[in-house]
């Protein structure tokens, strides 16, 4: 009780930072992912974005999220 105001919340109110922290890593796919999207030349810069793109990437597996977001990348040029 004593720590409470130095802590901070924990029931989730900031849902913004907790959107950020998915995206920067939410699972092992995703990261997997990211990882091979990197080794492929592309930035961090350009990978979040597409990720935001991709509908429910965080429920698909790293092949399928690199697919997508090969897709993404393509519409772009």
Known sequence: MELKDKVGSIGGDDVGSFADAALSGGSAAVDEAIEALCALGYSNSEIM?????????????????????????????
């Open 49 to 77: 974005p597409a990720l935001k793109q991709i509908p429910n990437y965080t429920e698909l597996t790293s092949e399928a999220i690199i697919k997508q977001a090969l897709k993404v990348f393509a519409g772009r040029k």
